[in-house]
């Protein structure tokens, strides 16, 4: 079974200041990795996705991930953040072949003072 | 146009009551699903449809009962409300050909009193 662990639960910064956000998943085969974000009161949308190549993946809104594959790992990076990337963070993980069934984690607030 | 709507937003009643929730996609997709998110924001799945047929089915209680009337609707039926159903349902869809993105609706915020 596939399972997703997001690490950081409630993540407070200050504008400008730099986010990661870890995700480690655990699955045998080959997966698609996801980051998806909701903002207060709003559905959850996608912030970006990785299906193949390139392990590093750039995203909306100056989003970023890195898909580092020895350590199952999907971390979410931004490099200054702003008052409005203040949301919950899921990370997701879909085993590639068979049924497109989506785990996510446990979702991560972000907190942004300004 | 709302992609993926559901009724209603808000859905507030009574123990042991029934009551449905409805999902419908204008994308194109041939895959649905339900979640349901807690009152700490963990989102699970609970059923999906691809073209009408339950593929995935999580361990959920039997009052919970989906159905899909065409690969546009996907609708949820609860049974015996219970206060532990309390939580905001969340419709998805995806397809293959879309990459496999979810798009979610609105979502329905359930109270049970």
């Known amino acids: 079974a596939q399972s997703v662990s997001q690490h950081n639960h409630h993540v407070i910064l200050s504008e400008a200041a730099s986010l990661e956000l870890g995700c480690n998943y655990s699955y045998g085969g080959t997966v698609n990795l996801f980051w998806y974000v909701q903002y207060p009161g709003q559905h959850l949308q996608l912030l970006l996705k990785?299906?193949?190549?390139?392990?590093l993946v750039k995203g909306i809104k100056g989003f970023e991930a890195e898909f580092i594959k020895s350590k199952f790992s999907f971390n979410l990076r931004k490099p200054s953040v702003q008052w409005s990337d203040t949301a919950e963070y899921f990370c997701a993980v879909m085993n590639s072949g068979g049924y497109q069934k989506v785990t996510f984690g446990t979702g991560t607030k972000l907190q942004v003072i300004p | 146009d709302t992609a993926v709507s559901q009724t209603p937003k808000y859905l507030v009643t009574q123990m042991g009551n029934d009551k449905s929730i409805k999902c419908e996609q204008n994308l194109g997709h041939d895959t649905m699903y339900w979640y349901k998110q807690d009152s700490k924001k963990f989102l699970k799945i609970m059923f999906s449809y691809n073209n009408k047929e339950l593929i995935i089915n999580e361990t959920v209680p039997n009052r919970f009962s989906p159905k899909s009337p065409d690969k546009a609707h996907l609708n949820l039926h609860i049974n015996s409300l219970e206060l532990g159903d309390s939580a905001v349902y969340f419709c998805?869809?995806?397809?293959?050909?879309?990459?496999?993105?979810?798009?979610f609706g609105a979502g329905t915020r359930l109270s049970v009193l």
């Open positions: 998805a869809s995806s397809s293959r050909q879309g990459g496999d993105i979810q798009y």
């Open positions: 990785y299906f193949s190549g390139d392990p």
